[in-house]
């Protein structure tokens, strides 16, 4: 949503320095050009500079990842996604932010949000369990983490191949919480 604003003012900008730029050439004197339109003029040109990095930057995978707030942890057996996982939530216990891990080896076939309520040992629905763990986010200003390791184990892909969507569409109106999962 910032990319489309920071072209916009990058071309205002530009449209800007250009005018400034033409009134100077057409008011020339024949003298020194005035030290302080030269400034104005550097200065335009070094913000349109940030802009364009700022719109490239947001243009990346990182930042797509983080507007969707859904991460997807992809290799082969061994590489360490488990370990990275279980690290970052010990982690995110540390500093105080909510965190849920589930395994998906524990998942069966049948409706997602209920096996992992039960595990969790919540009842109520996936919605109000959300609103709860957006709350609780929220209230210590730190985004919670819901982890899913390796969703291709147990049910796997059989599992995952008709809820992936719905699952990751419960996450949208919770703004405080990353989805992350890992196969």
């Known amino acids: 949503r910032w990319t489309p604003l920071a072209e ?5 900008v530009s449209l800007l320095s250009t005018a400034i730029h ?7 004197t ?5 030290s302080n339109l030269r400034n104005r003029i550097q200065g335009f040109s070094l913000l349109v500079s940030a802009v364009e990095r700022l719109t490239r930057l947001w243009s990346t995978r990182a930042f797509q990842a983080e507007a969707a707030r859904a991460i997807l ?28 891990l589930v395994l998906g080896q524990q998942l069966r ?5 209920p096996q992992i309520l039960q595990r969790l040992g919540v009842h109520g ?9 957006d709350s609780a986010a ?6 919670a983490l819901f982890m899913v390791d390796a969703l291709n184990e147990g049910a796997g892909s059989g599992l995952w191949r008709n809820e992936l969507a719905s699952f990751l569409e419960a996450f949208a109106p919770y703004r405080n919480i990353v989805c992350i999962l890992s196969c």
């Not at 916009?8 to 205002?12: D, P, V």
């Not at 033409?22 to 020339?28: M, P, Y």
């Not at 076939?109 to 949000?113: K, V």
């Not at 629905?125 to 763990?133: D, I, K």
Request: with cysteine; glycine share 14%; charged share 25%.
């Open 109 to 113: 076939a049948g409706a997602i949000w």
């Open 22 to 28: 033409d009134d100077r050439h057409a008011n020339a």
């Open 73 to 100: 942890l992809q290799g082969t057996g061994g590489t360490g996604k488990s370990h990275l996982c279980a690290r970052e939530a010990e982690l995110a216990v540390t500093e105080g932010r909510p965190v849920v």
């Open 138 to 143: 929220e209230s210590c200003d730190k985004r």
């Open 30 to 34: 024949g003298g020194t050009p005035d």
């Open 125 to 133: 629905t996936h919605e109000t369990f959300l609103h709860a763990l």
């Open 8 to 12: 916009l003012a990058k071309g205002h």
